[in-house]
């Protein structure tokens, strides 16, 4: 749905063209996975696929809300009764960056938002991130706060966090917020310093394809906050204040420490293999060695499936047939237990990979997967 369609249906709705119409993209994530709350760093790109929102301020106190892709009335909310943990649905995102402006002590003094989006749900590609950005960003700029992308995605983050109740880190919405074009976006978490690494694979004959496995299994979100728990404690009982601050060159001296703490061994050997893979993987892009990362994501998966154990069975069977049938390195990517895998190949065997995949799917008795080609889009911007 382009920005046309979103001002016709807000000016249905609300019954005026909206002041402006602004999108943020859902993301895929390269390498560097659950190392964003441990300070450490991360590799996404955003997709082609983004959330739009029609927006128009308002001056009576309240925030009113409608999606194209849920449908339904327009949702009333009132900005002096939005409150953390108070809604369940889809309107906790939106109501949650309103909040957290508020809350942050910007003056905002309510809205018309029409939503509609492309980026899949559930699939661990940041619909969510998307979804909070693109309100963010259209705030920021009708009420002329002046604020950083960084900022704006520091924001959402905590939105998520206490707002909507998620304890996620803040790849994606940095992702959503700062991704450039063609490039890919090495982020330190702990300061959110950041370097756009080019990654132009067409022009050297690869792809990039993204495996949505349309599983989201039911206890992710539990899931998620264990690992994080783990890491924390792991983190703790090493006296530092982040994983991050442990380096790979005495891994092995940390891991001895821990003794027979098994599970935070193995969270920990996770998360500082990890943040050394993405120093390797931008070492690599810079010396123009791209097909070399390959190896480097599969190494990726099998320390998310054995280390950190966030895979399942649909992502295994992805990185396996891929690898299976000539792909360059393929892995989970997101938080896991269900959503989508990326495999990095060369162009010309893409279309053998793609029914390679689907009929191992078959094959299992298991959902035909989507697949589709990620090339490296624009971060959040106005289109009006
Ligand atoms: C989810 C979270 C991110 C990050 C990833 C795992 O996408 O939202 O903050 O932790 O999982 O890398």
């Given amino acids: 749905m382009g920005a046309q369609r979103v001002t016709e249906r807000f000016a249905e709705l609300y019954g005026a063209p909206p002041q402006g119409v602004w999108a943020a993209p859902g993301r895929v994530n390269l390498i560097g996975e659950h190392t964003d709350y441990n300070d450490g760093f991360v590799m996404p790109f955003a997709l082609p696929h983004r959330t739009l929102a029609a927006v128009s301020r308002r001056d009576d106190g309240l925030l009113r809300l409608h999606s194209a892709d849920v449908g339904g009335e327009v949702v009333e909310l009132r900005l002096d009764a939005l409150a953390p943990g108070t809604d369940h649905g889809w309107t906790a995102y939106p109501a949650g960056v309103v909040w957290a402006l508020i809350e942050a002590g910007h003056e905002i003094t309510g809205a018309d938002v029409h939503l509609s989006s492309t980026v899949p749900t559930g699939a661990g590609l940041s619909s969510s991130a998307a979804l909070e950005v693109v309100v963010a960003l259209a705030l920021n700029d009708l009420y002329d706060l002046g604020l950083e992308r960084w900022r704006l995605a520091r924001l959402c983050q905590r939105a998520e966090n206490v707002y909507v109740g998620a304890p996620t880190g803040i790849m994606d919405q940095t992702a959503s917020a700062c991704c450039e074009e063609g490039h890919a976006l090495f982020l330190d978490t702990r300061d959110l310093s950041q370097r756009q690494i080019p990654f132009d694979l067409a022009a050297e004959g690869l792809r990039l394809l993204v495996v949505d496995t349309q599983v989201e299994h039911a206890h992710s979100g539990g899931e998620y906050g264990k690992r994080r728990a783990g890491c924390e404690k792991g983190a703790a ?28 061994v193995r969270l920990v050997r996770h998360v500082v293999t990890e943040d050394h893979r993405v120093e390797r993987v931008v070492g690599l892009l810079r010396a123009g060695e791209t097909r070399a990362i390959g190896p480097v994501l599969t190494e990726g998966h099998a320390s998310l499936r054995d280390d950190f154990r966030v895979s399942c069975r649909e992502l295994d069977l992805v990185v396996d047939t891929a690898l299976a049938h000539g792909a360059l390195g393929a892995r989970m990517t997101g938080g896991g237990f269900g959503g989508s895998a990326i495999v990095l190949a060369e162009a010309t065997d893409v279309d053998a990979l793609t029914k390679a995949i689907e009929e191992a799917f078959t094959a299992a008795g298991l959902t035909t997967p989507r697949v589709f080609e990620a090339t490296p889009s624009p971060g959040a911007h106005p289109l009006s």
Avoid at 237 to 264: K, S
């Fill in 237 to 264: 009982l090493l006296g530092v204040d982040a994983l991050r601050d442990i380096p790979h060159a005495g891994l092995d001296a940390a891991l001895a420490r821990l003794g027979d703490e098994e599970e935070v």
